[in-house]
């Protein structure tokens, strides 16, 4: 949902993260229409940050940034990191999940029972 406001000008993701490259384009495009919410870098920089969402909004909200720029390329590399550990827990859990599944398929399939007398 865009919000475009004289006290915001962010935008929410509800269903959906976008990426930090696409927010910095969506607020871009969004700035051009309310030049007077962002007039100087520094309310331009705390804008951008206040509209990210909440994991990247920690990462960059307790730093301070000279330029536009810089706060786009931190937040994209914090982007990054989630991203790469979201991967390695989803590949740590599919391996443990196929672990799982071969040892229970091996166990039914053992050639040591003995053969029942009828």
Not at 64 to 78: G, M, T
Not at 83 to 110: L, M, P, Q, W, Y
Request: with cysteine; proline share 3%; charged share 35%.
């Amino acid at each position: 949902m865009v919000h475009d406001s004289s006290e915001e000008l962010t935008w929410e993701a509800e269903d959906e993260w976008i990426t930090v490259a696409e927010y910095d384009v969506k607020f871009t495009q969004l700035a051009r229409y309310v030049p007077y919410l962002i007039s100087t870098k520094e309310m331009k920089i705390r804008r951008f940050v206040d509209g990210l969402v909440e994991p990247l909004f920690k990462g960059v909200s307790s730093r301070e940034f000279d330029f536009y720029a810089s706060v786009v390329d931190c937040a994209q590399k914090i982007e990054m990191r989630i991203v790469k550990t979201k991967i390695a827990k989803d590949r740590s859990k599919r391996a443990k999940i196929e672990s799982h599944r071969d040892f229970r398929g091996n166990r039914g399939s053992s050639s040591t029972r003995q053969p029942r007398d009828t």
